[in-house]
C-alpha cells in the first residue's frame, strides 16, 4: 500500500542553521501539508500545496518557512534559521484532491521528523 | 476560528470492552467535515472515521461508531470490543466546507490503553 515517507526521522540541529525536511508523498496525490506538534501541544496546521503554489498557510508559517516541490516526487519544508521554538515534530501528508468526499480528500500522514534545534 | 477541544487526556478500557473517546468544536458554520485520527506508537496517524455535517446519520466502520451531535457541537468516537492494537493516540480533527485548501484543525489527543 503506497505510503508517505519522510526523512530524516529525527534531525539535529543548532540555532540559526538552517534545515530542509524531506517528504515523499503519495504518487499520484495532488495536494500536500505540513503540519507540525510542538511535544505536548496539539497538531498545527503549517501550509498547503497545490499546483506548485501555496494554497493556504498559518500564521506560524512566516518568512522563515518555504515550501517546495523540487521534482515529481519530494516536497520540502525549508526553515531558513531554526529558533528553539521550532523544536516539534513535523507531519507531511498528501491527498488527491482537497476536497471532494471520501478517498478523495483523505490526508495520508508521513511518520514525522522529529526537529531539535539546540 | 475554529477549535476542537479533547478533553480527555488518558483513556483506559479493558480489552473486549467498549469506550468513548470525547471531541468537542467551536465553529458557526453550517457544513464541514469532523475525522477521527489514529496514531499507533511511533507509526503514521491514520484515518478512522469521518462525518459530515450534513449527514443527520452516524458514521460507523466495523467496531468504530462516532455520536455527531450537531446543536451541542459534539463527535465522540465509541470503539466497541476493543482490541490490543487499538491502543494509540486518537486525535479529532475539523475541516471546513468552504477552505478547498484541506486544512485540517486537531484536538489535543487522548491517548488510549488498553488492558489484557
Known amino acids: 500500500e503506497p505510503e508517505v515517507t519522510q526523512t530524516p526521522s529525527h534531525q539535529v540541529t543548532q540555532m540559526g542553521q538552517e534545515v530542509i525536511l524531506r517528504c515523499v508523498p503519495i504518487?499520484?496525490?495532488?495536494?500536500f501539508y505540513w503540519y507540525r506538534q510542538i511535544l505536548g501541544q496539539k497538531v498545527e496546521f503549517l501550509v498547503s500545496?497545490?499546483?506548485?503554489?501555496?494554497?493556504?498557510k498559518s500564521e506560524i508559517f512566516d518568512d522563515q518557512f518555504s515550501v517546495e516541490r523540487p521534482d515529481g516526487s519530494n516536497f520540502t519544508l525549508k526553515i531558513r534559521s531554526t529558533k528553539l521554538e521550532d523544536s516539534a515534530m513535523y507531519f507531511c501528508?498528501?491527498?488527491?484532491?482537497?476536497?471532494?468526499?471520501?478517498?478523495?480528500?483523505?490526508?495520508?500522514f508521513g511518520p514525522g521528523t522529529r526537529l531539535t534545534v539546540l | 476560528a475554529q477549535t476542537v477541544t479533547q478533553s480527555q487526556p488518558e483513556m483506559s478500557v479493558q480489552e473486549a470492552e467498549t469506550v468513548t473517546l470525547s471531541c468537542t468544536y467551536d465553529?458557526?458554520?453550517?457544513?464541514?467535515?469532523l475525522f477521527w485520527y489514529k496514531q499507533p506508537p511511533s507509526r503514521q496517524m491514520i484515518l478512522v472515521i469521518r462525518?459530515?455535517?450534513?449527514?443527520?446519520q452516524n458514521a460507523t466502520e466495523n467496531r468504530f461508531s462516532v455520536n455527531f451531535q450537531k446543536a451541542a457541537k459534539s463527535f465522540s468516537l465509541k470503539i466497541s470490543d476493543s482490541q490490543l492494537g487499538d491502543a494509540a493516540m486518537y486525535f479529532c480533527?475539523?475541516?471546513?466546507?468552504?477552505?478547498?485548501?484541506?486544512?485540517?484543525?486537531f484536538g489535543q489527543g487522548t491517548e488510549l490503553s488498553v488492558k489484557p
Open positions: 501528508a498528501s491527498s488527491l484532491q482537497g476536497s471532494g468526499g471520501p478517498l478523495l480528500d483523505e490526508q495520508f
Open positions: 504518487s499520484n496525490h495532488l495536494y
Open positions: 500545496f497545490y499546483n506548485n503554489e501555496i494554497s493556504e
Open positions: 465553529t458557526s458554520e453550517s457544513d464541514y467535515y
Open positions: 462525518q459530515e455535517a450534513y449527514k443527520q
Open positions: 480533527a475539523y475541516r471546513s466546507e468552504y477552505n478547498q485548501g484541506g486544512k485540517l484543525i
